[in-house]
Each structure stands twice: as C-alpha cells, then as structure tokens.
C-alpha cells in the first residue's frame, strides 16, 4: 500500500483510473497483552502506566499508515456494544512515571527501575515477519527507557509465538482478536478461563465484577441491558488495562472497473 499506493506515479493502476478503490473495516482489534502473573504486570497501575508509555497515535498513523482507528475496548470500535464514551488512553510519560512510582516501582541508580529486589526488565513477544510491528517495538522500547523501563524486542514466527502464548510463557505480547457482532466475553476474560491449558484468557485476568458482567450477558435478551452491560464490561476493562488496546484496522481494497457489485467482508446474518 505505501509502495504502490502512497508512492506510486501517476502512471501507477492505483493513480491513474484502472482501479476502483474502497475500504471496509475489518472485526477485528489489536493489542498488547500484560501476562497478570509476572512480576511486573499484576498491578493495574502499572498495566495503565505501559499504556501511557504507548505512543499509539504516532505508531498507527506513521508505521500502520493510518489504516485504522484507535480502540480502547474488547470489539471492534464500530460496534454498538462499544463504549465510545471511552477516550483512548493519551501517550504521556510523566503520567507514566507517576504510576510507576505510585505502585512501588523505583528508580535505581543505573536507570532502572526495581521493586523487591525485582527490576522492570522485560521482553515484549511479537509477530517475527512483521517489519510494523518490529518498529512497534523499537518505539516503544525507547519510550519506556525514559521511565526507567528496560524492554527487549522479541520477533518470533506465528508457530512458535503461538506456542509460547499457549504455554504462558510470555511478559507481554502483540496480538489480535477476531470479533463477530455480538458479544460474548466468557472466552476470553471470564477468571473460569485464566488457568485453562491453552486457554484465550492468556494475560491471567481475574476479576469477580467482570465474571459478574459476563454471566449476566450470557442469560439477558433484551438489547438495550445488553449494550448497558457490555459498556459497563468495556468501562471496567478500561480501567483494568489486562490490554492495551490499540486499534480497529481498516483495510483498503481495489478491483477493476468492469467489475460491478463488489462486496467485500460480509459477516453472516448480519
């Protein structure tokens, strides 16, 4: 996209006319995940600090090339079970530093942070193939040296990532959910799920409000306590930060003129 798109001459099939250009967003959202049973991230504060140390607005618009929307939630942004009232977390390093203090974590005279005898060091887990999400990293790793945080960059193929995600052996990682319209929250956040052999609930949340929230969703009908639900259950993991929430991806799409009607992700009955 950026090579023959953003860059491309005029003389390019997607600048001069040959193609028909649309988008649609995909169901999916991005994220960080905080593994809750390292030393680091059981804390929410400090799980809040790693969001504010995330400079996402910079990263999406100049690495993912402004394909998407900023997401602070478990869906899609687009959904009516999304709690827009949210704002996303803003990039702010003092505010980071704050928490980080706040919760116990401080500085040491080589610039790292440490608490209990543990220092803030720790690798962050993403896709190997991926030159977005290495720069990610990078960025992201510099940001948090600032705050006394020592990140490493860890690039592994999807299998072995997978694996490692599935055994539990991570500190953090960089990773996506696919989600259909409605919304069911069991799978992957419900504490029933946090101790299950390759479970989805791989970050370790416990939390007995959200196992409350979820229960009530799975038995209640009616739309409109749906969707309060669901905000109350966005709301609550805002404020939990098991995730930091990056973005919805919008994807572009191009087909030649002569093609009439073309649809593109039709997510079934909706």
Same mark, same amino acid.
């Given at each position: 996209?950026r090579? !023959?798109v953003?860059?491309?001459?005029?003389d390019s099939?997607? /600048?001069d006319?040959?193609?028909t250009?649309?988008? %649609?967003?995909?169901?999916?959202?991005? $994220?960080?995940?905080?593994?809750?049973d390292q030393p680091?991230?059981?804390d929410?504060?400090v799980r809040?600090a790693?969001? =504010?140390? %995330?400079n996402?607005d910079?990263?999406l +618009?100049?690495v993912f090339?402004g394909m998407?929307e900023?997401?602070?939630g #478990?869906?899609?942004? %687009? &959904?009516? $079970?999304?709690?827009?009232?949210? #704002?996303?977390?803003p990039?702010d &390093?003092?505010?980071?530093?704050a928490?980080l203090d706040d919760?116990g974590?401080v500085? *040491? +005279?080589d610039?790292?942070r440490a608490?209990?005898?543990v220092?803030f060091?720790f690798?962050?887990?993403?896709y190997? +193939?991926?030159d977005? $999400?290495l720069?990610?990293?990078n960025? %992201?790793? !510099?940001d &948090?040296a600032k705050i006394g945080v020592?990140?490493d960059?860890?690039p592994?193929?999807?299998a072995?990532l997978l694996?490692?995600?599935?055994a539990?052996?991570f500190?953090?990682?960089?990773l996506a959910w696919?989600? *259909?319209? #409605?919304?069911?929250?069991?799978?992957?956040?419900?504490?029933?799920?946090?101790d299950? #052999?390759?479970?989805?609930?791989?970050?370790g949340f416990r939390?007995?409000?959200?196992?409350k929230?979820?229960?009530?969703?799975e038995?209640?009908?009616?739309?409109a306590?749906?969707?309060?639900l669901?905000h109350?259950f =966005?709301?609550?993991?805002?404020e939990?930060?098991p995730y930091t929430f990056? $973005?919805?991806?919008?994807t /572009?799409v191009f087909?030649?003129? !002569?093609l009439? +009607?073309?649809?593109f992700? &039709?997510v079934?009955?909706?």
């Amino acid at each position: 996209y950026r090579s !023959e798109v953003l860059e491309g001459g005029e003389d390019s099939p997607f /600048k001069d006319g040959t193609l028909t250009e649309g988008e %649609f967003w995909e169901h999916t959202y991005f $994220y960080i995940g905080w593994n809750a049973d390292q030393p680091w991230f059981g804390d929410k504060n400090v799980r809040m600090a790693m969001s =504010h140390a %995330f400079n996402a607005d910079l990263i999406l +618009n100049e690495v993912f090339l402004g394909m998407g929307e900023r997401a602070t939630g #478990p869906m899609p942004a %687009f &959904l009516p $079970y999304y709690n827009s009232e949210l #704002p996303p977390i803003p990039f702010d &390093l003092e505010k980071a530093a704050a928490l980080l203090d706040d919760a116990g974590w401080v500085m *040491g +005279n080589d610039g790292i942070r440490a608490k209990d005898g543990v220092k803030f060091e720790f690798t962050l887990t993403i896709y190997g +193939n991926s030159d977005e $999400y290495l720069s990610l990293g990078n960025i %992201f790793k !510099e940001d &948090l040296a600032k705050i006394g945080v020592r990140m490493d960059v860890s690039p592994m193929e999807w299998a072995n990532l997978l694996k490692k995600v599935d055994a539990r052996e991570f500190d953090a990682v960089t990773l996506a959910w696919v989600s *259909g319209p #409605p919304v069911d929250f069991r799978q992957i956040w419900h504490s029933s799920q946090a101790d299950l #052999p390759k479970g989805s609930n791989r970050v370790g949340f416990r939390n007995p409000e959200a196992d409350k929230i979820i229960e009530a969703l799975e038995t209640e009908f009616d739309e409109a306590k749906r969707k309060k639900l669901a905000h109350a259950f =966005h709301q609550l993991l805002y404020e939990e930060q098991p995730y930091t929430f990056f $973005y919805t991806r919008k994807t /572009k799409v191009f087909w030649q003129q !002569e093609l009439n +009607n073309v649809w593109f992700q &039709l997510v079934r009955p909706h």
